[in-house]
């Protein structure tokens, strides 16, 4: 005759699974409004004293908005502001985005070297710049920029 031992399942600690946190976004920068390029260019002064201070380096960009069409003034001012968005979203938190005139931004890169700034501007023409849809419009809208490096 066989015999059974009945029991009653005990609990078995399971090893403890980690849940990998979700993955973490650095925030976009803020667009600086400034009144002129005077300004902008006191701005990479600034930066570039504190870069030297720490012994990093700091390139800089310039970006010009052109439209292919010209829109009217709201929809310019909107489509400057998506221009402005979509430039923040590619930059690291570190970086600072600047706007002046309306239709000129500058981006400053702290620890980039000019070589990798140049990458960084190509970036952000090719994905800032192209069609924008706004309500029922398309506009076409292109960037072009350069990259200076402060003075040492």
């Known amino acids: 005759m066989l015999q059974m031992k009945a029991s009653t399942p005990t609990a078995v600690p ?25 300004d902008f260019t006191r701005l990479v002064e600034r930066q570039a004293r504190r870069c030297r ?7 800089a960009l310039g ?3 052109q439209f292919e ?7 310019a001012a909107q489509l400057l502001a998506e221009c402005a968005r979509r430039l923040c ?3 690291r938190a570190s970086d600072s985005v600047a706007r002046w005139q ?42 072009q920029g350069q990259v200076f490096s402060p003075a040492p």
Do not use: K
């Open 14 to 38: 399971l090893p403890e699974r980690r849940v990998p946190p979700p993955p973490r976004h650095a925030p976009p920068a803020l667009v600086e409004d400034l009144a002129s390029a005077d």
């Open 53 to 59: 201070r720490d012994g990093q380096v700091l390139s």
């Open 63 to 65: 970006l010009q908005v």
């Open 69 to 75: 069409t010209g829109p009217d003034e709201t929809l």
């Open 89 to 91: 979203s590619r930059v």
């Open 102 to 143: 309306s239709t000129h931004f500058g981006v400053l890169l702290p620890r980039c070297e000019p070589v990798h700034a140049q990458a960084v501007l190509a970036r952000l023409t090719r994905f800032a710049g192209g069609h924008y849809r706004l309500g029922e419009q398309l506009l076409d809208l292109s960037l």
